[in-house]
Structure formats: structure tokens, C-alpha cells
């Protein structure tokens, strides 16, 4: 039986995939930028990284931005937490 934190995860990664980098075309998902969810009661940490480091790509305050909101769009997420990792800390 799958926990409900575990459902929540899944839930969350299955409505990430519809953040799209608008460089690439392709998800956030998909291209492996999410590299940890965890949910705890009602709050999501996600840790994602970006295909270049932050301060080099001009999208990652939308990315960071997109992926939080949609976290929040899950029933049960009321607060979501991205963490930005470096591509060199992965």
C-alpha cells in the first residue's frame, strides 16, 4: 500500500512534466532537472537542478517559479520549497 506522501510524489511529478523549458521544448521531467520530491504533510521540497549553472541561464527564476507553482496545484500541497542545486553539486 502506497503511503500518501508517496501519492502525493508521484501526483507531483506527473503534472511536472507540463513545465516545459522553453529553450529545449522539452519537460523538466524529461530532461532529469528534478532530482529529488519529497512530501511531507502538506509541503513538497523539490530539488532540481538547471542544464547550466544558474547564474548562466536566463530562464532559471522562471523554471524555479513554474515548478513551485505547479507543486502547489496538487490536492493536498498547500506549501512547495525548490531547491536549485548547481549542475557541478549533482
Known amino acids: 500500500?502506497?503511503?500518501?506522501?508517496?501519492?502525493?510524489?508521484?501526483?507531483?511529478?506527473?503534472?511536472?512534466?507540463?513545465?516545459?523549458?522553453?529553450?529545449?521544448?522539452?519537460?523538466?521531467?524529461?530532461?532529469?532537472?528534478?532530482?529529488?520530491?519529497?512530501?511531507?504533510?502538506?509541503?513538497?521540497?523539490?530539488?532540481?537542478?538547471l542544464t547550466v549553472p544558474s547564474f548562466m541561464c536566463p530562464l532559471a527564476r522562471y523554471l524555479v517559479m513554474q515548478v513551485r507553482e505547479t507543486a502547489l496545484k496538487v490536492d493536498g500541497i498547500d506549501d512547495a520549497e525548490v531547491i536549485l542545486i548547481e549542475p557541478f553539486e549533482v
Not at 18 to 30: A, F, K, N, Q, T
Not at 35 to 40: A, G, I, N, R
Open 1 to 49: 500500500m502506497k503511503s500518501e506522501g508517496n501519492e502525493l510524489k508521484d501526483e507531483i511529478l506527473k503534472k511536472l512534466k507540463d513545465v516545459i523549458d522553453p529553450e529545449v521544448g522539452l519537460s523538466v521531467v524529461d530532461m532529469g532537472l528534478i532530482k529529488e520530491v519529497t512530501v511531507k504533510g502538506n509541503k513538497a521540497t523539490i530539488k532540481m537542478t
